[in-house]
């Protein structure tokens, strides 16, 4: 070999990704006697999981029928199979969503049972929780666990987005968010507030930090954890280049690491590294206007850049184009002068109150506001294509910002000044004047908050039917009545912030079948290669189902596909 061939090496199978999907398929993989290497293009690990909320959508699980029995809400499979249908509608897979509903909870207990990741269930509604079938006990969330736990593979651990912490401590769910919102009008919240606040106090005292990891960065953790204890090597800031296709199948791919080039010959390759998210030539041609022509603002990882549906496609895979969204949307906020994904606020709090309208430049609402981020981003971005607009402005009341915060802006005491100087936070002592100040039509909008304000005193919104789902009034101010998602914006001072449709991951992908197989352009599967998460298109047809609707499929296939590859690699011994 002379001084320019690339080294090589072997394994069964190679994971290409770090998040939650892409380690699933490892370990599964590991523990089905197999060799696995994993590839990481980032210098750290955990992909867009890590910076997520780290819940997984999957129904049928014990931990749901448990949760179940204690509030009274019975969940079945034939329920979850028909709000699927009905989430799915005319883009169905059934092949795929029997996958999904039967090896979902068999993922759940492979990982509680053969790795170190724990699952909590909470009630939390489904995103479409009027419609038949839904159900508020599907939602799985990643138990925390300390720093001192996770061993060797806490040193190469992707942290979480440093701007949604509070004071470095980064909250364990929605739930606790609410509770710390309300620690001084209720004991329960002021005692569980007071005793994290001791921890986080200690850890920072004695490590200068948080040692409690939670979300999504406590489920990669765990899953890290468990890799590293069962021998799998992690090559990080190692891109895949390319595929190596040889006759039929897949045979391996090429990496570029630290060291040089290196051919890895694979049993089977595994595609788990994040969607396109960032590659302007696919958001281009595959996202609705106006996004598609706008800079992306996001939180996910800047490696996210279509690698994998690059490669696929290079071999002969097809890329599936037809999902009802492109991505899943989210909306989000700029931190003026940083560019990357931490000056990038999503706002899961603040549009739920009361007290807080979204609107246009042309001073009129778009969306119902406390809607889930994927269908307030499909709603805006309508309205923004059919009123020629890129941007929207979140508006609030003071009373409602100095209780909730509005994007950075945290609630009161914390100054405001920084972010009134720097342009992110604007405020006006009438509405008028902050339309002027934002370039939003001022006559518009004060007839447009005048409008809104007379059918919320009453709890109404004949416009966008705000406050009527179970999902709005879970996210609402239960002590607001009659509606606790709505409310007048009735005192100055008043605030406005710029908002845009971000998203946290793409729908569209690389076409596979059940078991997470890539499709060719004839629809046939090529043998050995498999793609999963973000890489695959979305199993549910481009819709989302409930709070963790991309990790759940994404853990579950990813889990299939390791699956299926053993029993194929074993077939060929």
């Known amino acids: 070999m002379n001084d320019m061939s690339p080294q090589t090496r072997q394994c069964d199978v190679l994971v290409i990704g770090t998040g939650g999907a892409g380690l699933t398929a490892a370990i599964t993989a590991k523990k089905a006697g197999l060799s696995v290497l994993i590839a990481e293009k980032d210098r750290v690990f955990g992909g867009t999981t890590a910076t997520s909320g780290g819940g997984l959508w999957v129904p049928g699980t014990g931990k749901s029928a448990e949760l179940g ?215 281009l041609a595959e996202h609705p206007e106006p996004v598609n022509r706008l800079p992306l603002i996001s939180p996910v990882p800047a490696g996210n850049t279509g690698d994998s549906a690059n490669m696929a496609e290079a071999v002969g895979a097809r890329f599936q184009s037809n999902g009802a969204n492109a991505g899943a949307w989210m909306p989000v906020s700029q931190m003026p002068g940083i560019d990357d994904f931490t000056g990038v606020w999503p706002h899961l709090v603040d549009r739920y109150k009361p007290g807080f309208i979204i609107v246009l430049p042309d001073g009129k609402r778009c969306v119902n506001e406390s809607a889930s981020y994927n269908d307030l981003g499909e709603q805006m971005i309508a309205a923004m294509a059919a009123r020629g607009a890129s941007h929207g402005w979140i508006i609030g009341e003071g009373p409602a910002v100095r209780r909730w915060g509005i994007g950075f802006q945290k609630p009161w005491p914390i100054p405001q000044g920084k972010l009134l100087r720097n342009g992110y936070l604007l405020k006006a002592n009438s509405l008028e004047a902050l339309a002027r100040k934002a370039g939003i039509d001022p006559e518009t909008l004060t007839e447009t908050v005048a409008t809104f304000n007379s059918h919320a005193r009453n709890g109404e919104d004949p416009a966008f039917h705000r406050g009527r789902a179970p999902y709005d009034r879970y996210h609402g101010d239960a002590s607001h009545k009659p509606n606790p998602a709505l409310g007048p914006l009735a005192s100055g001072p008043y605030y406005a912030v710029k908002i845009h449709v971000g998203e946290i991951g793409n729908f569209k992908g690389i076409a596979t079948d059940e078991n997470a197989q890539v499709l060719d352009r004839s629809d046939r599967p090529i043998p050995c290669l498999y793609a999963v998460g973000n890489d695959m298109a979305n199993a549910f047809g481009g819709s989302y189902p409930g709070a963790g609707g991309t990790l759940g499929p994404g853990m579950t296939f990813a889990y299939r596909a390791a699956r299926h590859a053993a029993s194929a690699l074993s077939a060929k011994r």
Do not use: C
């Not at 009027?130 to 159900?135: D, I």
């Not at 006990?137 to 440093?162: C, H, M, Q, Y």
């Open 69 to 283: 029995e204690k509030i009274g809400e019975t969940d079945s499979r034939e329920r979850a199979q028909h709000y699927l249908e009905i989430e799915a509608g005319q883009r169905l897979n059934p092949a795929k969503i029997a996958a999904f509903l039967d090896d979902g909870p068999r993922m759940i207990e492979f990982l509680e049972r053969e790795t170190h990741v724990r699952f909590m269930v909470m009630p939390f509604p489904d995103y479409h929780s009027e419609q038949e079938g839904a159900s508020s006990i599907r939602s799985l969330f990643t138990v925390p666990i300390s720093a001192d736990e996770v061993g060797p593979a806490l040193v190469n651990l992707k942290r979480e987005l440093p701007q949604t912490s509070f004071l470095g401590m980064t909250m364990r769910s929605g739930a606790e968010v609410q509770l710390f919102f309300s620690a001084t009008r209720s004991f329960g919240a002021f005692r569980h507030v007071s005793a994290r606040m001791l921890r986080h106090i200690w850890d920072m005292l004695r490590h200068g930090e948080s040692r409690t990891l939670t979300t999504g960065r406590a489920l990669v953790a765990r899953l890290g954890r468990s890799a590293h204890e069962l021998g799998i090597p992690m090559l990080l800031s190692s891109p895949a280049r390319a595929l190596i296709r040889e006759g039929e199948a897949v045979t391996g791919a090429m990496l570029e690491t630290p060291e040089g080039p290196l051919k890895v010959t694979a049993g089977a390759v595994i595609l788990a590294a994040g969607g396109y998210a960032r590659d302007p030539r696919r958001r």
